[in-house]
Each structure stands twice: as C-alpha cells, then as structure tokens.
C-alpha cells in the first residue's frame, strides 16, 4: 500500500466556483478524516467517516462544503461557491479501526487557492 | 483558549543541539498524545505517540507526557539539518470520532 493518496495537489480557482477533492485511504483502514490546514496553524478538523457514514462534522463545515464517502471507499470533499477565505491546505487522513494505536497516517494534501 | 497551545517559535538551532518542542493543552480528556513533522508543503507524519505519563524513546526522539500538569514535551538528540521542520503535537480522546487536536506547531531550523 502506497499510503493516503490526495487528488489534485494544487488547485487555483475563481471565487465562486465549485471545486472537489479525492482522498483514497489505506485500503484497511474504515476510519476517514478530512482537515483544513492554514498558513502557520496546525490542521482543523473538518469531518469523519467511519466506512460509508459520516458521523461527526465540524462547525466550520459551513453548508457550502459537502463530503461523501461511498461503499466506505475513496472520499471526495466539495466546496460550493468558493470564497477567498477558503484558501488552505485540504488534508485527508485514514487510521485502523483504533485510531490511537497506530496514530493517523495522512496524505500529502490538496492545496486550494481561491482567487 | 485553544484547546492546545504551542509556541509557534521559530526555533534556529546549531547541528548536534538538543531540541526541546512542547505543548500544554486544557482539556483533561485528552488520552492519547502525538507528534507529528511536517514539512513544507507535505502532509505530517507521526514520529510518535503516547497515551501515559512518562518517558518514551524512539531513537533520537524522546516524548515526555505530564498529565498532572497538562504538558507534553519531544526531545531531540543529536539534531541534524535533516530535522529542520514543523512539528505539531495532537492530542484526543479514545471515545467516539477520536478526531485530533493539533497545536500551531513549531517550525525548527537546524543550521550545519
């Protein structure tokens, strides 16, 4: 296994346009995490999934941002109508089934530029 | 208050020195203690993790938790050039989305 994977790595768009993320996790691993990095900040949690269901989402997923992970496989995150302010490093991460044993493993991340 | 507070440095140090990183965090939920490198423009990667008080070494690395007082540390021996950059703590708790908390991390130069 070749670890997280994250596609695109870049990405600059214009404010108000859609974009979308792929993570593609360790294939053994059911748990999920989407992060939002800024420059200078540590990672912010964004959501999680647990195989195909996402059950917990963080207060700064506004409605414009939509995450989906079918058949508990790849996950794709979406943000809606692009504003400046969602300029950051996008990280996924994945983890066993015991996230604390063996810590989160994450990819290298999509960095989004709204301009 | 964030939940994790950590000097955001940066910290400029001669090859060879022993570097010390720490955090303190609020939430005495908090059970399992991580540290992770990142650098520039990559996804951080766990250097180690811990969930009790004490000391843990791996190699050049030593990771020191103090629950009573809130406090995690990472120690680094023997530094080398190829140490130099951004270290972030997290910490969780093991119920439910066991999602990570990270500090604003340090960024660490070693200079040859």
């Known amino acids: 296994d070749t670890g997280v994977s994250q596609d695109p790595r870049h990405k600059i768009t214009k404010r108000g346009q859609n974009v979308t993320f792929r993570c593609d996790p360790i294939s053994e691993h059911n748990r999920l995490y989407w992060y939002r990095q800024t420059l200078g900040q540590g990672p912010e949690f964004l959501t999680y999934f647990q195989n195909e269901a996402q059950l917990e989402k963080s207060r700064l997923l506004s409605d414009r941002f939509s995450a989906e992970r079918p058949k508990g496989s790849f996950s794709t995150l979406e943000i809606q109508r692009t504003e400046q302010g969602d300029s950051a490093m996008y990280l996924c991460?994945?983890?066993?089934?015991?996230?604390?044993?063996?810590?989160?493993?994450f990819g290298s991340g999509t960095r989004l530029t709204v301009v | 208050q964030k939940e994790v507070e950590q000097d955001p440095g940066p910290l400029s140090v001669p090859e060879g020195a022993i570097v010390s990183l720490n955090c303190t965090y609020s939430?005495?939920?908090?059970?399992?203690f991580m540290w992770y490198r990142q650098y520039s423009r990559k996804g951080p990667e766990l250097l180690m993790y811990?969930?009790?008080?004490g000391n843990k070494e791996d190699g050049r690395f030593t990771a020191q938790v103090d629950k009573s007082s809130k406090y995690i540390s990472l120690f680094i021996r023997d530094s080398q050039p190829s140490d130099s950059a951004t270290y972030l703590c997290?910490?969780?708790?093991?119920?439910?989305?066991?999602?990570?908390?990270f500090g604003q991390g340090t960024r660490l130069t070693i200079n040859p």
């Open positions: 991460a994945s983890a066993s089934r015991w996230a604390g044993q063996d810590g989160y493993t």
């Open positions: 939430n005495s939920a908090f059970q399992y």
């Open positions: 997290a910490m969780t708790i093991i119920q439910g989305a066991q999602k990570l908390v």
């Open positions: 811990t969930y009790s008080s």
